[in-house]
């Protein structure tokens, strides 16, 4: 029986042993027969500065394969969320060459472009000597993810990983009450009130019927409520930069938004993440959310969601009087323009959003949602995919993907603090300090000091 074990464990290892050298072949063979020298800078080193992340640990696990690609040495610095910005503010605006490569988003991106503290990547990616435009392929990344990471017509960043945000339910909660999927927020609130009066009946205290995020802070106005500012017809900022956000239609949308979180919400709405929000719903303490529209992978993990697992579906975000829309969050890698190893640095970026390089991150390493149609509408991707949500996950993020989601805020480097100061006034409408029409004229008056510069306008 011990030989037998023996045998059966270095059978396994000289498996994968193999099949790990395969693969890393596999990966290096991808690249042959481009159009690109990648030994050009062999013997250089780069730096990374990453967030503790699903696209982090992608990079962490796939970095081998480029540095015997290229020869380039990369050193990783990888922080939690909050140290992360820190440390990239004061890199950043420090124009310190440490990090050659910072993981970054749009709103972030904002933030660094006025001081020209971020590289424009345009000039790299018309360089033949640095990039095979063919091979590369930048018309396949989802048009929204590359318009995201735009200013005035220079790209500053690669789209790795995006989210869009949706309505997850618990199906047999709502079959159980009778409860009918909800379409819009008026819905989403009366089903709300018959979860709880179900709840009520049975004597459940301690299953939420309705929890998203609260916390002030750019993440919980970038995510659900921005989506239904876009919905009900409106913007942060007209199309000249005046502020636009004060209509009596989002004063109307707003009251009943933090009214939906009051009455049948949790009691410490304002101090609550996104993890949070995810933890209660995989948990089954809660049996509706709104959040990020690629967490199906998890929600249907069998090793964490036991609970709920064949017992949820998604829907879109409640659609307003100007249909379905969805703001979007686009992880990102960005070049620090005081990098003093740009070539390298950009060789990596190339490798790191390549078609081959995203489609084994999400494959092997669940890096979803990926940004590029053919990673997404892989084969395998779709097989996946498709059993997220006992189906409904899949055609919701696509429809995503390709036509309701699109950044909502408008360019502008106090959009982080503008989103903040928003999140403010609607926790003031929850705990009912103020009216939502004061609120939201507040947020209008205060806007005037954030406005967007007039040529980020487009």
């Known amino acids: 029986m011990k030989k037998s074990y023996l045998f059966l464990v270095t059978f396994t290892v000289v498996l994968l042993m193999v099949f790990g050298v395969a693969f890393a072949q596999a990966g290096k063979a991808a690249f042959e027969g481009t159009k690109v020298d990648w030994k050009q800078c062999e013997g250089e080193s780069i730096s990374l500065l990453l967030c503790n ?7 962490d696990a796939l970095i ?3 540095e015997e690609l290229t020869g380039i040495k990369v050193n990783v610095l990888t922080l939690p969320e909050q140290q992360f910005f820190e440390r990239q503010q004061v890199v950043l605006t420090g124009k310190s060459p440490e990090f050659d490569i910072v993981m970054s988003s749009p ?11 971020l590289e424009p990547l345009n000039a790299y990616l018309e360089d033949p000597a640095l990039t ?7 018309n396949d990344f989802f048009p929204m993810t590359i318009n995201a990471s735009m200013v005035a017509g220079k790209l500053y960043a690669i789209p790795y990983q995006v989210e869009a945000y949706t309505l997850y339910y618990r199906s047999d909660i709502f079959d159980k009450y009778g409860v009918a999927e909800p379409n819009n927020l008026d819905e989403l609130y009366e089903a709300a009130k018959k979860v709880k009066a179900g709840f009520d009946a049975d004597g459940i205290t301690d299953i939420l019927p309705f929890t998203c995020r609260g916390i002030k802070g750019a993440g919980t106005a970038n995510s659900a409520y921005i989506s239904l500012v876009a919905s009900y017809g409106a913007k942060d900022f007209d199309k000249d930069g005046n502020p636009s956000m004060y ?9 009943l938004w933090t009214k939906l979180i009051r009455d049948f919400g949790p009691k410490d709405w304002s101090a609550l993440d996104w993890y949070d929000v995810k933890d209660a719903f995989i948990a ?8 990020a529209d690629h967490w199906g992978a998890e929600l249907d993990d069998p090793a964490i969601a036991q609970n709920i697992i064949g017992k949820w579906k998604a829907l879109h975000v409640p659609e307003g009087p100007a249909g379905i829309k969805s703001n979007i969050w ?3 890698i960005a070049m620090n323009a005081a990098s003093e190893n740009k070539k390298p640095a950009w060789l990596f970026m190339e490798w790191a959003s390549s078609k081959p390089v995203m489609l084994e991150a999400s494959l092997k390493y669940n890096n979803q949602t990926p940004v590029r149609n053919s990673v997404w509408n892989n084969e395998e991707i779709i097989k996946r995919t498709s059993e997220w949500g006992q189906g409904t996950c899949r055609p919701l993020v696509t429809k995503n993907l390709e036509e309701y989601a699109a950044l909502q805020w408008t360019p502008n480097p106090n959009t982080f603090a503008l989103s903040e100061l928003w999140q403010e006034q609607l926790q003031r409408i929850w705990t009912q300090e103020v009216s939502a029409d004061d609120a939201t004229k507040e947020v209008q008056n205060r806007a005037m000091r954030l406005m967007p510069p007039k040529d980020w306008l487009q």
């Open 132 to 138: 095979d435009a063919d091979f590369y392929d930048i």
């Open 247 to 255: 209509t009596p239609e989002i004063v109307a949308m707003s009251d």
């Open 284 to 291: 089954g303490k809660a049996a509706m959310i709104i959040d």
């Open 330 to 332: 686009a992880w990102s």
């Open 107 to 117: 709103m972030l991106n904002w933030k660094f472009i006025p001081g020209g503290f």
């Open 53 to 59: 992340h699903p696209m982090q640990a992608t990079f």
């Open 64 to 66: 081998g394969q480029f």
